[in-house]
């Protein structure tokens, strides 16, 4: 028993870890979490990327990647969060993207002890750093630094291989009835600005301005881009389909280019080489 002892007391103390959240605020944990509720589908995806998976025991009803993450207890959703189901899970870390809607449960989170995390990543480049936060604060630095890097490298490609090529004007479609794009500040026209890609309708200030066939007759874009499921996106894009020049009508999947995590790298190849198309033709 004494040598047992003696060998606890000789094993290094967990160190402690730091990291500054998308709200400014340095999250001080004593020891990488082993605990964690993520509130976010972007927060869910991170942590498995990079390893963290594991430390996972609770989610928002949003997080639905990867596959594994729907064996998980979900607390709620965005704006209605269960504080009590949460802190039966025992986190040591919780990750949210807080606002309005989310700022009275963490609050009592933070009152409870509990840390949280403020994630909100705003555009592409802060995805490394989410990245790296998460990776420091669940004891997976050095996995997330090498995806961390990958992915650095593979937007910076992605934005050179058509930076030189023609403009075309391309507008995102992100919602219907009533018709909605969304203007250059928001995260979704990230991939759209890599394929070099110019939205007649960026310069709004509205996050989502309307659109009319009327607006669209005029604007006259090359492509209009669905970000909905196939069988959604239809309904939304037939009644573009007489307008003026004929744009090409195309579907791509809402959550891998609207979330921020690193599959958006992938989602803007498969998008731009698609736009591309039209350049030749």
Known sequence: MRALLALLLALPAPAAVEARDDAGQAVKLAAPARRIVSLSPHATELLYEIGAGDRLVGRDGASDYPAAAAK???????????????????????????????????RRLRALGIPVFASQPGDVAAIPATLRALGTL?????????????????????????RQSTPLSVVPQVGDAPAMTVNDRQFVAAAFRACNTRNPFGAERAAVPLMSVEALAAARPRAIVALATPAVAEGWLARWRTLPGRPALLAVDADTLGRPTSRILAAGEALCLRLDALRGG
Request: proline share 5%.
């Open 138 to 162: 669940s004891g997976q630095a050095a996995e997330a630094e090498r995806r961390a890097a990958r992915f650095e490298t593979g937007w910076a490609a992605l934005e050179r291989r058509y």
């Open 72 to 106: 998980l207890p979900a607390v709620g959703l965005y704006g209605a969060f269960n504080v009590e189901a949460i802190v039966a899970l025992k986190p040591d870390l919780v990750v949210a993207w807080e606002g309005p809607q989310a700022g009275a449960a963490t």
